[in-house]
């Protein structure tokens, strides 16, 4: 028998999906939108982490360990903005009826992708010719 006095849980939380943005679309945007919420709290607390930081102690394997950590959370905070930027650029493609649609070559980007990535902005083929391209642009590294 339940008891009248259980609380009933808590409703999902949907954005609410705005016009213009058809029905194709409402898991994407629902997946950006929690993707986007989440990553401004992990950036929000790193960056805080990375402002943090203790002053030289005198111990120099301390300090080193201290300006690693720093370092670290340097490039995670930098890859979530970055992150951040895709996700927040494939919400604008959504209300700009650009969504799925391959920038460069404008073909339509498969559903299946969509769904792997949902900020993608590139069918695979073209993805991997952009990736080896700034890969041969790239300066080469020398070792010591």
């Given at each position: 028998m339940r008891s009248k006095n259980r609380a009933s849980p808590a409703?999902?939380?949907?954005?609410?999906?705005?016009?213009?943005?058809?029905?194709?679309?409402?898991?994407?945007?629902?997946?950006l939108c929690a993707l986007r919420d989440r990553l401004?709290?992990?950036i929000g607390r790193h960056s805080q982490e990375a402002t943090e930081s203790s002053?030289?102690?005198?111990?120099?394997?301390?300090d080193a360990a201290?300006?690693?950590?720093?370092?670290?959370?340097?490039?995670?905070?930098?890859?979530e903005e970055n992150a951040l930027m895709e996700i927040e650029a494939a919400i604008e493609r959504l209300h700009g009826g650009t969504y799925g649609v391959c920038e460069a070559t404008g073909r339509r980007i498969p559903d299946a992708r969509l769904r792997a990535i949902p900020w993608c902005r590139y069918v695979v083929?073209?993805?991997?010719?952009?990736?080896a391209a700034r890969r041969q642009l790239a300066p080469a590294k020398f070792l010591p």
């Amino acid at each position: 028998m339940r008891s009248k006095n259980r609380a009933s849980p808590a409703p999902a939380r949907h954005p609410v999906v705005p016009a213009g943005i058809g029905l194709r679309w409402i898991w994407h945007y629902s997946a950006l939108c929690a993707l986007r919420d989440r990553l401004r709290g992990e950036i929000g607390r790193h960056s805080q982490e990375a402002t943090e930081s203790s002053g030289p102690g005198g111990d120099p394997g301390d300090d080193a360990a201290i300006e690693f950590e720093h370092e670290a959370a340097l490039k995670l905070l930098e890859s979530e903005e970055n992150a951040l930027m895709e996700i927040e650029a494939a919400i604008e493609r959504l209300h700009g009826g650009t969504y799925g649609v391959c920038e460069a070559t404008g073909r339509r980007i498969p559903d299946a992708r969509l769904r792997a990535i949902p900020w993608c902005r590139y069918v695979v083929d073209e993805q991997a010719r952009q990736e080896a391209a700034r890969r041969q642009l790239a300066p080469a590294k020398f070792l010591p």
